[in-house]
């Protein structure tokens, strides 16, 4: 068995695979409806750099803080990444483990 990841693209929870680096190499189709960040904008990058701001910084910082300590964290609260017009701005929770 080789090391590939294989999670079905529909579950109903958004899924996020980063590697050490932080850069996106999977995504769930979930995820992208969530945080409205496409795709091609999301693959190959670190979050800060496919949705700059505060909010992912904050994130990373907690992805970073995983990574050093091996403490997961739980249900992180930020705020989705969508366009500056879009009339909703939900809530969402972050796991990092």
Do not use: K
């Amino acid at each position: 068995m080789t090391g590939a990841l294989h999670l079905p693209s529909s579950l109903p929870v958004g899924v996020v695979v980063r590697d050490t680096e932080l850069r996106c190499t999977w995504v769930n189709d979930t995820q992208g409806l969530m945080d409205g960040i496409p795709l091609e904008q999301r693959l190959g990058r670190t979050l800060t750099q496919a949705a700059p701001g505060t909010a992912a910084e904050t994130l990373e910082t907690a992805m970073r803080q995983v990574l050093q300590s091996g403490v997961p964290a739980i249900n992180r609260e930020y705020r989705a990444f969508l366009p500056t017009h879009a009339r909703r701005e939900p809530a969402l929770a972050a796991s990092i483990g």
